[in-house]
């Protein structure tokens, strides 16, 4: 930092260089400082001197991840390892767009922007509040015994020789990754609120969603919680059908049915049918999202080995029974293929795999794809009818079939990575394992919906409400809120 003096009249210079502190001793290097404090006068050095304790914290909060610790070499596997970690989270990352697309594209254009702007911020919002405090709640040290885990705020990235010996990961890799699953649950939540609720409202929301609530839940089964430990074998969700997906859906489910339907959704207690402006960015959304949960399902696997592809596998065949599901049955009941669907389908067929994409045969995943992607038409019309206005049917995708993702595992699930005997009712293992498995969804549920009520009115009590104004909503978010359009100077309609 330098100042800059008022250089004085030439009668007063003195013809003798001042000296720097650099160059004075130790002893009166404080003095001469506190001589040029003095001469602080203006409110901007006064801001500068307010950013000196502000460094030195900045400083000490940096340096405490500093260690000097001898590392041993780095093997090929510890690298790999981590490599593809690392690009399994990026394309976890990238499954943003993804979202942001099928929204878009499903919702009207007057409120591109503000879709747009809420699943771009809200990924923002998810890493820095996952990385605040949602970290350490999931994969801390227990708190209160396989209930609640605490480590301190933020999370040590140091990495420990004994991570390089045992081929570990690196902590800020697996932070990155894990705050990608906190981003989705989030972001979910956007598609069941879309095109009527109020930007901060919705930001407030899903930062409290990603610090506490989410994480909270997720550490019940993925840091050895009490669900994880329930039973024989434990509540099993490899990759997260119910601990992000449902989480995430049941979150938007509440915020949905507070908010009420959009205004034109039902007119004499008929249901109306709001169609998207734009349906190749939703095509295309979905595509990202299908190649996305290649880290999504295949990432969870937290390693490169032999079962990356396997889970690559299930992940795709699931997809597929999806699309081919919901295409045969939208077919049946509005007598023509509907784009929307065989979107959805996809999504739900990638959904109604996560759980168990690592305990399905190939055709077990393909069948629980298939099974999903019916299900999800069927759920989109029964939401409809029961007057909750879900604008790109995220509930039915990330929610129903989120939890029928989990109850599949019951039913015809084998323990595949290890003796490969079955744990499903239909193959032979018995009712335990789809009992604890509905146990599970049950819990999620539960959870999700209680918490999230209290927050949702929480903030709309402290803030005048959670919804635009009628009139806002009729004239679009993107000017409402966001004073600006998607597409402006073209001709388009709403």
Not at 16 to 42: A, C, N, Y
């Amino acid at each position: 930092m330098t100042t800059a003096f008022q250089a004085p009249p030439p009668w007063r210079r003195k013809t003798r260089r001042r000296k720097t502190l650099r160059e004075v001793s130790l002893l009166d290097g404080p003095v001469m400082f506190f001589k040029i404090i003095r001469g602080f006068s203006s409110n901007r050095a006064i801001t500068w001197l307010a950013c000196v304790p502000l460094t030195l914290l900045g400083f000490s909060i940096f340096t405490t991840s500093i260690k000097a610790e001898e590392l041993p070499k780095l093997s090929v596997s510890f690298l790999i390892n981590n490599l593809w970690l690392l690009v399994a989270t990026i394309l976890v990352i990238f499954m943003n767009a993804g979202f942001a697309m099928v929204e878009t594209g499903m919702c009207r254009q007057k409120n591109a922007v503000n879709i747009l702007a809420k699943n771009l911020f809200v990924f923002a919002l998810a890493v820095t509040a996952y990385w605040f405090v949602g970290y350490s709640l999931m994969y801390g040290d227990s708190l209160i015994g396989q209930w609640l885990y605490f480590g301190g705020l933020f999370f040590d990235p140091t990495v420990t020789a004994e991570t390089i010996s045992d081929t570990g990961l690196v902590p800020t890799v697996d932070f990155l990754f894990q705050a990608a699953f906190a981003g989705t649950a989030a972001t979910i939540v956007s598609g069941l609120v879309a095109e009527r609720i109020k930007f901060g409202e919705f930001v407030i929301f899903a930062l409290i969603l990603t610090a506490f609530i989410y994480p909270i839940a997720g550490s019940w089964t993925w840091n050895g919680g009490w669900l994880n430990n329930f039973g024989d074998r434990g509540f099993i969700d490899f990759a997260g059908s119910s601990v992000v997906h449902s989480v995430g859906a049941w979150a938007g489910l509440v915020g949905a049915v507070l908010l009420g339907p959009r205004v034109g959704k039902y007119v004499g207690g008929k249901v109306q049918a709001i169609p998207g402006h734009n349906m190749p960015i939703a095509t295309l959304g979905a595509l990202i999202l299908w190649i996305g949960w290649y880290g999504f399902n295949p990432g969870s696997e937290l390693a490169m080995d032999q079962w990356v592809p396997y889970l690559a596998a299930t992940t795709t065949l699931g997809a597929a029974g999806g699309a081919i599901g919901a295409t045969l049955i939208s077919t049946v009941t509005s007598k023509k293929p509907d784009i929307t669907m065989i979107i959805n389908g996809i999504l739900a067929g990638l959904v109604s795999v996560t759980a168990g994409c690592h305990s399905l045969t190939l055709l077990g995943s393909w069948f629980a794809g298939l099974v999903g992607g019916i299900i999800v038409v069927f759920a989109v019309s029964a939401l409809d009818s029961s007057g909750i206005d879900d604008p790109v049917g995220a509930f039915s995708v990330h929610g129903v079939c989120g939890v029928w993702g989990t109850l599949v595992i019951g039913l015809w699930g084998f323990n595949i990575q290890g003796d490969g005997s079955p744990i499903g009712l239909l193959v032979g293992g018995g009712f335990e394992q789809l009992g604890i498995q509905a146990l599970g969804a049950g819990v999620y549920a539960t959870w999700t919906v209680v918490t999230c009520f209290i927050a949702w009115e929480v903030i709309g009590a402290l803030l005048g409400g959670i919804r635009v104004t009628e009139q806002e909503e009729i004239d679009g978010l993107d000017i409402g809120e966001h004073g600006m359009e998607a597409y402006a100077g073209f001709l388009t309609n709403n």
